[in-house]
């Protein structure tokens, strides 16, 4: 029994230095009650400064790491603003959550487009959206949405109860939006662009002797172009892009820089487009994927864009709108910014925090 007894003894021991030990992780780093008690663990804290930090690096923007007071500060103003909007019935959709996620899913398929990993008229599928997402913050699509909750919950508690500093915002004068551009111009690039409308024939899945059969098709299609056939009426008869049809065959606009476009049908056919001039028609043309019979409709050169031009033929937002909704939105944010800390300061006064060292 003395044995058995020592034994439970040392076990008993052995397991309370563990809790011992992990005490200062599971141990309190504040409490926060303003409506009820919350705790944020030290457990937590190191957490979120790991994270923050990561975050930090990831985006390579030369920003100093935040301290652990910094961060511990933000963890508070969430769960008072979290406590504040339970108490005054302000909450957050979950169209408001999907709206919000669709918003980064198109910002997402610019950033891909701008790459070139992208074509300019594809869209990101739903789950590739949330591959990426996953991807890029170590999250699952759950812990995603909760997060965009807290970020919208957030601005919608200070933007309500904030709303007379927010919304007074003035447009910018003539000048500010002048020197805006004089300072960002070089990056207001639109590069060479053509337009055209084509008669595909697709060689996708065929076997040689096919290809050369369809080859013959195609070249049949151009002598009834030259003998003075109408170009829409053979593009609804014979063309395989169902997408123009009937729409004269209109493939749309392509930039000069679309290396994706360039990858998927291939760099010859890409310089013979950009080697038409307007309104001429190609012989047959191969690409990657089929023959082609191009009529060239829109030809526009590299240039740096002017105020009153607009951003892209797909784009009819001007330069100068594009400036004007860009200053306005800094200065929304900046507003936003002193705003919420003016809220959080509000909250942290009416609430009862302590913070454990």
Known sequence: MKKVGCLFIIVLIFFCSLQITAAPLDGPAAMINLIRTEVITKGQLQQRVEETEEVRVQARLGIPPQTEKQVLDAMIAEILI?????????????????????????????????RGQMGASEQLSENRFRELMEQQTRMSWVEIRESIRKQLLQQKYVMQTQSDVIDTISPPAEKDIQERYNRIATRLVNPEIIRFS???????????????GLREKAEDIHKKIRQGADFSSLVSEYTDDAGSRYSGGDFGYLARDDARAEAYFGK??????????????????????????????????????????????????????????????????????????????????????????
């Open 82 to 114: 979290e406590q504040a909007a339970e108490r005054d019935g302000i909450n957050v959709s979950e169209s408001e959550i999907s709206a919000a996620l669709n918003n980064q899913r198109k910002g997402v398929e610019l950033q891909l487009q701008q």
């Open 198 to 212: 084509q008669i595909f024939i697709s060689t996708m899945n065929k076997n040689e002797a096919a290809v050369d």
């Open 268 to 357: 010859d056919f890409f310089a013979r487009l950009f080697s038409l001039e307007t309104n001429q028609v190609s012989g047959v043309l191969r690409s990657n994927i089929g023959f082609h019979i191009v009529k060239i409709t829109e030809h526009r050169d590299a240039k740096i864009l002017s105020l009153n031009d607009p951003l892209s033929p797909t784009n009819p937002m001007t330069v100068r709108e594009y400036i004007s909704r860009l200053i306005i939105n800094e200065k929304q944010q900046q507003a936003l910014h002193d705003a919420y800390s003016r809220v959080v300061s509000t909250l942290r006064s009416e609430a009862d925090i302590q913070v454990f060292e």
